[in-house]
T-cell receptor, first 113, second 113 residues
């Protein structure tokens, strides 16, 4: 059983609000990732981190920001939510290396009204 | 660039039917290959993986063989069950350097009793 947790599971929030999606893992993995999943199911990498104080933007441009102050914690923040941010957000972690799989959290479904 | 291409869904089958979901990839070097499954409202779970050419990954009756000559990693199951209804993602990652995971667009499977 993978130990990676996302909170909240569901969030409905008004336009213009600041939100933080939490992601924590207890496996000591260096690599962590945020994916945005659109209604058509496709996964888009929006942020990743290879370790503490290391963050990079992913393949899909996103207005969100991330931080990695502790190995186990990789929160995602939206300073001013908009309806276009409505989506499912999935956090993942991995220890990296050949053939190593990523472990996923259960996701946060965000709705901005 | 590197990519994963999956057959479009949805795929609808009767219980006990044979399943094939096609997956091909484009990559430089020798990636590791994965199949993940996503049940409604959940994150992704690793189903199986293969790390080198001719490797066969298997789990819960599902199988996939890493075919370097055809750059393919097709998912198969001999007899599907209603409980197999989910979205299936093919993915690749690299054995060194960048540790990103590249996912296909997902294939929705619906199994009818």
């Amino acid at each position: 059983e993978a130990d990676i947790y996302q909170t909240p599971r569901y969030l409905v929030i008004g336009t213009g609000k600041k939100i933080t999606l939490e992601c924590s893992q207890t496996m000591g993995h260096d690599k962590m990732y945020w994916y945005q999943q659109d209604p058509g199911m496709e996964l888009h990498l929006i942020h990743y981190s290879y370790g503490v104080n290391s963050t990079e933007k992913g393949d899909l441009s996103s207005e969100s920001t991330v931080s990695r102050i502790r190995t186990e914690h990789f929160p995602l923040t939206l300073e001013s939510a908009r309806p276009s941010h409505t989506s499912q957000y999935l956090c993942a972690s991995s220890e990296g290396g050949p053939g190593v799989s990523a472990f996923f959290g259960q996701g946060t479904r965000l709705t901005v009204v | 660039g590197d990519s994963v291409t999956q057959m479009e869904g949805p795929v609808t089958l009767s219980e006990e039917a044979f399943l094939t979901i096609n997956c091909t990839y484009t990559a430089t070097g020798y990636p590791s290959l994965f199949w993940y499954v996503q049940y409604p409202g959940e994150g992704l779970q690793l189903l199986l993986k293969a790390t080198k050419a001719d490797d066969k990954g298997s789990n819960k009756g599902f199988e996939a063989t890493y075919r370097k000559e055809t750059t393919s990693f097709h998912l198969e199951k001999g007899s599907v069950q209603v409980s197999d209804s989910a979205v299936y993602f093919c993915a690749l990652s690299y054995t060194s350097g960048t540790y990103k995971y590249i996912f296909g667009t997902g294939t929705r499977l619906k199994v009818l009793a």
